[in-house]
T-cell receptor, first 112, second 113 residues
Framework: EAQVTQNPRYLITVTGKKLTVTCSQN?????MSWYRQDPGLGLRQIYY???????DKGDVPEGYKVSRKEKRNFPLILESPSPNQTSLYFC???????????FGNGTRLTVT | QKEVEQNSGPLSVPEGAIASLNCTYS??????FFWYRQYSGKSPELIMS????GDKEDGRFTAQLNKASQYVSLLIRDSQPSDSATYLC?????????????FGRGTSLIVHP
């Protein structure tokens, strides 16, 4: 089954404790992206990647890191999480053409 | 800056009515347009894609695209309470040989019995 898999689905952590949210897709898509979603603010892009070893900042990259060492994986890293990073996170992928984005199931992150 | 604008709503319609959701975009070179439905706390689900001017129908959903006016809409006929959700408009614009998606903030739809 073609899918984008995010893990974990839920995560509660404390300020300053490094964490990684994984994202993997099995559709051989070049483009991958991370979004955060907060009430009233819609989907805001954190980082995106056009292909392996090619990443770019989105609209809200501060406090986040990404890497794209393999085509299928695009992990999101929070080196020192803060409470303002409490949010719902989505990973998405697509081919580099006009095709639509495919979304993962989301990760609900709470930082206390 | 590529922008996609939607009225945040909520748009409230009675069961059985037609719901009309609208979206405007800033980049005239945009090539592809999508509507996603998102239930609270869930991931966006693709419901319609449209690439050329005119109407595209799929069941109770009709997407309408007018590139000259930079306007795309979604009509939901015979609205049901289960259609209550946030609807996201997404536009892909060309950038360096690839296509980058931009999302609107979404319109909240409430269908009341």
């Amino acid at each position: 089954e073609a899918q984008v898999t995010q893990n974990p689905r839920y995560l509660i952590t404390v300020t300053g404790k490094k964490l990684t949210v994984t994202c993997s897709q099995n559709m051989n898509h070049e483009y991958m992206s991370w979004y955060r979603q907060d009430p009233g603010l819609g989907l805001r892009q954190i980082y995106y990647s056009m292909n392996v070893e090619v990443t770019d900042k989105g609209d809200v990259p501060e406090g986040y890191k990404v890497s794209r060492k393999e085509k299928r994986n695009f992990p999101l890293i929070l080196e020192s999480p803060s409470p303002n990073q409490t949010s719902l996170y989505f990973c998405a992928s697509s081919p580099p053409d006009n095709s639509p984005l495919h979304f993962g199931n989301g990760t609900r992150l709470t930082v206390t | 800056q590529k922008e996609v604008e939607q009225n945040s709503g909520p748009l409230s319609v009675p069961e059985g009515a037609i719901a009309s959701l609208n979206c405007t975009y800033s980049d005239r070179g945009s090539q592809s347009f999508f509507w996603y439905r998102q239930y609270s706390g869930k991931s966006p689900e693709l419901i319609m894609s449209i690439y050329s001017n005119g109407d595209k129908e799929d069941g109770r959903f009709t997407a309408q695209l007018n590139k000259a006016s930079q306007y795309v809409s979604l009509l939901i006929r015979d609205s049901q309470p289960s259609d209550s959700a946030t609807y996201l408009c997404a536009v892909k614009f060309a950038s360096g040989g690839s296509y980058i998606p931009t999302f609107g903030r979404g319109t909240s739809l409430i269908v009341h019995p």
